[in-house]
């Protein structure tokens, strides 16, 4: 399985992750263009993209969906709720592009589970795309979560022992509480339903991480209550305190580039 990130930010976010010449893109909060254009950076064809998984309908996640759907011709999987919020902001869909999903079901030949995160949407969810692996028992899967302001129980057991996690590094509390948002958002993005901190994630991943995980790739970072540097000196002094007492496995941990592809990662099996 391989994946990477193609946007990242409030900007806009989107997410790919197949394997060989299958692949579906979770989100597409840039425009169909700039999709296209990001993807092509990572050498994958337009033709290989098989579906769209929507994670909730605010507009860094659907910008481009409906758009980005009618040129390629493919479905786009969202839960019935969210089906009802994005309304018809993405335009005129055939009918077999509009698929409802549960909570469980296949795209690209992968298994992809949705899980609730907290958030303020109408419904929003992480996900889980896996297969069994080849060899040994269990699976190979990537974990993502993005836009929840606490971590929640569904993504302590969804993210645990993932090969790759791609998840929220927001803000930084510092930055966003001495920055120049007015109270009110500042209240939003730090509230129950807003998003992750640097050091709230670092927790998290600190329970995530197993011998397995090959990969943590921070996202979704704020361009104003946050910087690369802040989020990965942050997650990464938390991490390596652990790692030398022995509770954390050593990974790799990069920062998902907000306006250009991260580069194509290929899991080993
Ligand atoms: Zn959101
Ligand atoms: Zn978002």
Redesign the pocket.
């Known amino acids: 399985m391989h994946l990477t990130t193609l946007a990242s930010g409030s900007s806009g976010n989107a997410i790919l992750v197949g394997e060989n010449n299958r692949h579906l893109l979770v989100d597409c909060g840039i425009s169909g263009k700039s999709l296209l254009h990001n993807l092509s950076q990572v050498n994958i064809p337009d033709s290989e993209i098989e579906g769209i998984v929507v994670t909730?309908e605010?507009v860094?996640?659907i910008r481009g969906v409906g758009i980005l759907a009618r040129k390629l011709k493919i479905p786009i999987y969202a839960t019935t709720g969210l089906w009802e919020a994005m309304g018809s902001s993405l335009g005129k869909l055939a009918e077999n592009q509009r698929i409802e999903v549960q909570s469980s079901f296949s795209c690209a030949g992968l298994n992809v589970v949705l899980y609730p995160t907290s958030?303020?949407?109408r419904e929003?969810y992480g996900l889980k795309v896996s297969r069994p692996r080849l060899k040994n028992k269990g699976d190979l899967a990537v974990g993502i979560a993005t836009?929840s302001g606490v971590i929640t129980q569904e993504m302590h057991r969804h993210l645990k022992g993932c090969d790759a996690l791609v998840v929220e590094a927001n803000y930084d509390e510092e930055r966003l509480k001495w920055g120049p948002y007015p109270a009110y958002l500042k209240k939003r993005i730090s509230g129950r339903y807003g998003h992750l901190e640097n050091k709230q994630l670092a927790e998290g991943l600190s329970e995530w991480i197993t011998e397995n995980t090959q990969r943590v790739i921070l996202a979704h970072l704020s361009e104003e209550n946050n910087t690369p540097e802040i989020a990965l000196s942050t997650v990464m002094r938390i991490l390596q305190e652990l790692n030398s007492s022995k509770k954390c496995p050593d990974v790799l941990v990069q920062v998902a580039p907000r306006y250009t592809p991260h580069e194509l990662i290929q899991l080993r099996e």
């Open positions: 909730h605010h860094d996640h958030h303020d949407s929003s836009d």
